[in-house]
T-cell receptor
Framework: EAQVTQNPRYLITVTGKKLTVTCSQN?????MSWYRQDPGLGLRQIYY???????DKGDVPEGYKVSRKEKRNFPLILESPSPNQTSLYFC??????????????FGSGTQLSVL | AQSVTQLGSHVSVSEGALVLLRCNYS??????LFWYVQYPNQGLQLLLK??????LVKGINGFEAEFKKSETSFHLTKPSAHMSDAAEYFC????????????FGKGTLLTVNP
């Protein structure tokens, strides 16, 4: 089954404790992206990647890191989480060419709480 | 620069009534336009998209949207609401460029009353 898999689904942590949210897709998509969703603000892009070893900042990259060492994986790293990073996070992927280009496939989300 | 405005953060309709969710966009070039739906505790799913060609686009679950360039709008409609349509709906725009960036609106929560 074609899917984007995020883990964990829920995460509670404390300020300053490094964490990683994993994201993996099995559709051989070139494009992957991370979003955060906050009430009243919609989805805001954190980082994106056009292909392996190619990453760039989105609208709200501060406090986050990413890497794209393999095509299928795109982990989101919070080196020193702070309470303002409490949010619902989504990973998404897409083809860049063809009929399905522009169709983002989303993971189920990671609800992060930073205390 | 591209942007999306969704009019109404919350829309409530009765079952069987017309659903109309409004979306206006700003783009310096001909845009690609999308509607996504988010059911509770799930990720977003694509409902429909407009790229080029026919301005009336049909999507899944009986939804459709019409691209009106003169009004810079891409409103989502469904003739008859069903209880299962209750969800949050997001309009998004892509104006091209190397970063392949979709800009999302803030979302409209649709409630369907029995």
């Amino acid at each position: 089954e074609a899917q984007v898999t995020q883990n964990p689904r829920y995460l509670i942590t404390v300020t300053g404790k490094k964490l990683t949210v994993t994201c993996s897709q099995n559709m051989n998509h070139e494009y992957m992206s991370w979003y955060r969703q906050d009430p009243g603000l919609g989805l805001r892009q954190i980082y994106y990647s056009m292909n392996v070893e190619v990453t760039d900042k989105g609208d709200v990259p501060e406090g986050y890191k990413v890497s794209r060492k393999e095509k299928r994986n795109f982990p989101l790293i919070l080196e020193s989480p702070s309470p303002n990073q409490t949010s619902l996070y989504f990973c998404a992927s897409s083809l860049l060419q063809g009929e399905l280009s522009g169709k983002l496939f989303f993971g189920s989300g990671t609800q992060l709480s930073v205390l | 620069a591209q942007s999306v405005t969704q009019l109404g953060s919350h829309v409530s309709v009765s079952e069987g009534a017309l659903v109309l969710l409004r979306c206006n966009y700003s783009s310096s070039v001909p845009p690609y336009l999308f509607w996504y739906v988010q059911y509770p505790n799930q990720g977003l799913q694509l409902l429909l998209k407009y790229t080029t060609g026919a301005t009336l686009v049909k999507g899944i679950n009986g939804f459709e949207a019409e691209f009106k360039k003169s009004e810079t709008s891409f409103h989502l409609t469904k003739p008859s609401a069903h209880m299962s349509d209750a969800a949050e709906y997001f309009c998004a725009v892509y104006s091209g460029g190397s970063n392949y960036k979709l800009t999302f609106g803030k979302g409209t929560l649709l409630t369907v009353n029995p």
